[in-house]
């Protein structure tokens, strides 16, 4: 699979401890109006495929809706994952969602302009001034317009982009993947001559993929529809994924695993549903 304007190979979840020496300004604790904002001390986390002690123990932010569901936070995976985001993004940056800002205030000593796509007015008043902060201290100039990232990539373009990252999915769920390809590809029409899309959790979700593919390329042949029938019942959307995996495979029993699970990443990739 060759990188091109996106590199399915890029991991955001590989370990570096460069994000720990980086403050960030935080949202401020308390109640909004359609969430709160909720503080408190972690002094060990599970980061990826590890769990990290802190000492001293972070103070980290998790935004929590009214019917108590965390919908975004800045935990020290959180901030690992979009540290390793920004420090491949460059030039000219167009972003589809805000967060607490993380992912900015990273990025912003190694980018020349940011644009940023929220579709939420409240997130956008209680996290861009940190954002503003942030790029006014480099220079950087910061655009931030209310709408929907979907919208603006199945628009025509009107500017043309060095680095387009998108993190508008809430959970790294590989049945995300089929849509977050239709994006993908839609940004690509918006980069500039040599520019790049980033896409967050993208390699975990794949990750996740080819562990469904192990699991049911191992099985027997004769019971592989059977078993992909009921491990995917209540989820229509993987099932339509894997049934390319068992169409391809047919009756083949799998000899050669590194073939066979390179090409269940690159159908992955592909699949737009």
Known sequence: ????????????????????????????????????????????????????????????????????TLWMSDVPQERLMMFNNAQASSGRVLVGGMGLGLY?????????SLTVIERDAEICQAVEPLVRVAADS?????EVNLGKIEAVLNSEPAAAFDTIFLDTWEILDAANLPAINQLREASIAHLAPGGKVLLWGYAWMLRL??????????????????MLEQ?????????????????????????DWDVALNWCRSYAVRFTG
Not at 138 to 142: A, F, S
Not at 212 to 221: F, H, S, V
Request: hydrophobic share 40%.
């Open 104 to 112: 900015p205030q990273y990025a912003v000593p190694h980018i020349e």
């Open 231 to 255: 491990a995917t019942l209540q989820r229509p959307e993987v099932q339509r994924m894997l049934i390319g995996v068992l169409d391809y495979f047919a009756s083949e029993v799998v000899e």
């Open 1 to 68: 699979m060759s990188a091109g304007p996106f590199d399915p190979t890029f991991d955001d979840c590989q370990w570096t401890d460069a994000w720990t020496r980086i403050p960030i300004m935080q949202v401020p604790p308390g109640v909004y109006d359609s969430f709160s904002v909720k503080s408190w001390l972690m002094s060990e986390a599970q980061v990826c495929d590890r769990v990290i002690t802190l000492t001293p123990p972070l103070n980290v932010r998790g935004l929590i809706t009214h019917d108590d």
């Open 209 to 226: 993929f080819t562990d469904a593919c192990l699991q049911l390329l191992q099985t027997p042949p004769s019971e592989r529809t059977l």
């Open 138 to 142: 480099l220079g950087v100039p910061v």
